[in-house]
């Protein structure tokens, strides 16, 4: 650490906060080490060869890497089928094409966690004017207000779905930008529970952003029909340089496969045009940067409550994904937060994060993510809007050491005020 110059205080409330977390720092390594090795079985299920690295051109016919990178991420994700594609831009273009992919005129989408993400509001049609929207095509969005301390209303989302019968039940497993609980494997199971009796047709789609190999417990093996996410988050390992997912039953991801390319195509067509190789490194070093994000996290509470924040999760609380929030009280404290975060990266360090306006973010958004990968949030960032409660949603860290000490630098700008 004399390298840097953390403040004595930071310091010593980091060896209480390790001494705090010292547990769930061990249960972390035991998810890390159990969803490792089903990954390497993944791998050998999926007969993975060096051949499969190379890239196609064209249409991308006959691809045999494409295809057993499919079958990797569907058996580490309990799954019958998966896409995985480095043309998903963003996890919201995957989850948008799942939408698209499964939603016909009139049929009804029924969000049970509340309102979604910022992101995909203006894909649904929520917000914004844009052209295209799932409202454009008569797709109707119905949603189940959460109880006022954030959690699940069960007994509404029961009510909710048997008289809609919508054609999909929309579970968000993330908090996004509000304070509410992330969802672990047995929430969603009961959301899945109540779904299938209330109305069995109904296709239960999981946004699993900041999810992927967080437990040991995938949720399709609960009830999720299909989800989806993003390469440059848990599941991409740190090293895919872009792309996204879907996964889940056959026939749903076929429909994904037909609105991304055509009908009739589907999956058989998309050329991989050399990133084969990356995101097979992404997929095999994903759960331990998974575990290494998540031990960040952790320790980040840990820290922070030692200091006097709320946080939440609190540091021994149960986890269903990367996300650290931590509640600062002013902009002032949640710009130095992030500036702290920015001066512990490896890439720009030397930048000063600023508040500015994000496409499909209705408040200024300010974060700060020294990033190999643009935009990556499995590599240590932290982003929020500027608006109350100005909370702190941090996330990532490719590893525990780096995360850690760009955690203590941002306690230091705090407590330091400069």
């Not at 779905?161 to 999909?168: D, T, Y």
């Not at 490194?281 to 759960?287: C, E, L, N, R």
């Not at 996300?323 to 920015?342: A, H, S, Y």
């Amino acid at each position: 650490m004399n390298f840097f110059d953390i403040d004595e205080r930071v310091l010593q409330a980091s060896e209480q906060a390790m001494a705090l977390c010292a547990g769930k720092l061990r249960e972390v390594e035991d998810i890390q080490e159990y969803n490792q090795i089903k990954m390497i079985k993944a791998f050998q299920q999926a007969g993975v060869r060096e051949s499969y690295f190379s890239g196609s051109t064209g249409y991308g016919y006959d691809d045999f890497g494409r295809d057993a990178l499919d079958r990797v991420y569907a058996f580490a994700f309990d799954a019958e089928d998966a896409l995985v594609r480095h043309n998903f831009v963003s996890g919201t273009h995957a989850l948008t094409v799942a939408l698209f992919g499964m939603l016909r005129p009139n049929d009804t989408m029924l969000s049970v966690t509340g309102m979604p993400y910022d992101t995909i509001r203006s894909a649904i049609g929520i917000e914004g004017s844009y052209p295209g929207s799932l409202r454009d095509f008569g797709i109707r969005f119905e949603m189940t207000q959460l109880l006022p301390d954030g959690t699940l209303d069960y007994a509404q989302i029961q009510q909710d779905i048997a008289e809609k019968k919508p054609k999909m039940v929309y579970i968000q497993r993330s908090r996004g930008y509000s304070t509410r609980p992330t969802l672990t494997w047995r929430e969603i199971k009961k959301i899945c529970d109540i779904s299938k009796k209330a109305s069995p047709h109904s296709i239960i789609m999981l946004d699993n952003c900041y999810g992927e190999f967080v437990e040991k417990v995938e949720p399709l093996s609960v009830g999720v029909d299909i989800m989806a996410g993003s390469l440059i988050k848990n599941a991409g390992g740190g090293i895919a340089p872009t792309g996204g997912y879907i996964a889940g039953k056959h026939e749903l991801v076929e429909m994904c496969a037909y609105r991304l390319t055509t009908p009739g195509t589907g999956k058989e067509i998309g050329a991989t045009l050399g990133n084969n190789r990356e995101l097979f490194m992404g997929a095999y070093h994903a759960p331990h940067v998974t575990g290494e994000a998540l031990k960040t996290a952790v320790f980040a509470s840990a820290l922070f409550e030692q200091l006097g924040f709320d946080t939440a999760p609190r540091c021994n609380d149960p986890r269903g994904d990367i996300i650290q929030l931590i509640m600062l009280g002013n902009e002032d404290k949640l710009c130095r937060f992030c500036e702290g975060i920015q001066s512990g990266s490896a890439v720009d360090s030397f930048v000063v994060p600023v508040p500015s306006d994000m496409p499909g973010y209705e408040s200024q958004v300010i974060m700060a993510a020294g990033a190999f990968t643009l935009g990556s949030s499995i590599e240590l960032s932290a982003d929020a809007p500027l608006r109350e409660p100005y909370a702190v949603w941090m996330q990532g860290g490719l590893n525990f050491h780096g995360g850690k000490l760009g955690v203590m630098l941002a306690a230091t700008k705090i407590l330091r005020g400069k």
